[in-house]
């Protein structure tokens, strides 16, 4: 069964930082991967995605303090988060290609 992995959430002061990672256990190389967000009470959103080419689109909302990496040789995918605030508190979750989810890993952004 392949899975996917996150990491790296955890608590942050508004302002702050995180980086978020995503290992598949299947090679990850030609697909397109996601990261999504799901904050208490509202649906699922995807904040961004890349492409096997390298390809990147950003939500509006993280445009400009998010940005989305990957790693082929280690089948991992990156979510480096600069400047959060209040509304990104969600459980962050990757996305393959393939349609594998991860468990997902809890951001939370408060003083």
């Known amino acids: 069964q392949v899975q996917l992995v996150e990491s790296g959430g955890g608590w942050v002061q508004p302002g702050g930082s995180l980086r978020l990672s995503c290992k598949s256990s299947?090679?990850?190389?030609?697909?397109?991967m996601t990261w999504h967000r799901q904050a208490p009470g509202l649906a699922r959103e995807q904040v961004a995605g890349?492409?096997?080419?390298?390809?990147?689109t950003y939500a509006d909302s993280v445009k400009g303090r998010f940005t989305i990496s990957r790693d082929d040789a280690k089948d991992t995918i990156y979510l480096a988060m600069n400047r959060l605030n209040n509304e990104d508190t969600a459980v962050y979750y990757c996305?393959?290609?393939?349609?594998?989810w991860g468990q997902g890993t809890q951001v939370t952004v408060s003083s």
């Open positions: 890349i492409t096997g080419g390298g390809r990147i």
């Open positions: 299947r090679a990850i190389y030609g697909y397109y």
């Open positions: 996305e393959s290609a393939w349609g594998a």
